[in-house]
């Protein structure tokens, strides 16, 4: 079956450090997006990608990149790991823009 | 950006009886998509239905119906039967229909009591 998939599930690491989080899917969907959940805010967006060397920044993007280089993987990357940043991060992906599909869920939490 | 208001930070239910999670949004846009997701504890969202606002009659899945009010801008999710697997963090959500991203409320959590 189809599906997406985030990894790792758990991680812990040290402020200053670089993270990449990855996302992976396998429906051959165009676009794929990044968020955060947090509490009192709900899910809100840092990236998003309409297709292969597309990317675009969400509302939250301070800190955070990400690159596509094929339909399938869009990592996330937090280039200076700060404890702001600590949060539950989900992946999504859907077919132009229809209804989106989540991954299982990262969480990161910065030291 | 638009914004989308879920009132209710939790809201408790008595098994089989009947719940409604409310959601308000703004928008100045007339053609959009609306969403509820269910996230259970183990953190997996979950599509529960999709309102398209050019459809004026609403969704309904199973136990699931909404009530969507696009002149009050307002999209409550009933959930009848209540189960104890519904109990859940739920998500009201937006998307307009020239974008792909989607606009979520804060959150209202659900407790189901045998």
């Known amino acids: 079956d189809a599906e997406i998939t985030q990894s790792p599930r758990h991680k812990i690491t040290e402020t200053g450090r670089q993270v990449t989080l990855a996302c992976h899917q396998t429906?051959?969907?165009?676009?794929m997006f990044w968020y955060r959940q947090d509490l009192g805010h709900g899910l809100r967006l840092i990236h998003y990608?309409?297709?292969?060397?597309?990317?675009n920044k969400g509302e939250v993007s301070d800190g955070y990149s990400v690159s596509r280089s094929n339909t399938e993987d869009l990592p996330l990357t937090l280039e200076s790991a700060a404890s702001s940043q600590t949060s539950v991060y989900f992946c999504?992906?859907?077919?132009?823009?229809?209804?989106?599909?989540f991954g299982p869920g990262t969480r990161l939490t910065v030291l | 950006a638009q914004t989308v208001t879920q009132s209710q930070p939790e809201m408790s239910v008595q098994e089989a009886e009947t719940v409604t999670l409310s959601c308000t949004y703004d928008?100045?846009?007339?053609?959009?998509?609306l969403f509820w997701y269910k996230q259970p504890p183990s953190r997996q969202m979950i599509l529960v239905i999709r309102?398209?606002?050019?459809?004026?009659q609403n969704a309904t899945e199973n136990r699931f119906s909404v009530n969507f009010q696009k002149a009050a801008k307002s999209f409550s999710l009933k959930i009848s039967d209540s189960q104890l697997g519904d109990a859940a963090m739920y998500f009201c959500?937006?998307?307009?229909?020239?974008?792909?991203?989607?606009?979520f409320g804060t959150g209202t959590r659900l407790t189901v009591i045998p």
């Open positions: 959500a937006y998307r307009s229909a020239f974008s792909g991203n989607l606009f």
């Open positions: 990608s309409y297709g292969v060397q597309d990317t």
């Open positions: 309102q398209e606002a050019y459809k004026q």
């Open positions: 999504a992906s859907s077919e132009s823009w229809d209804t989106q599909y």
């Open positions: 429906w051959n969907h165009n676009n």
């Open positions: 928008t100045s846009e007339s053609d959009y998509y």
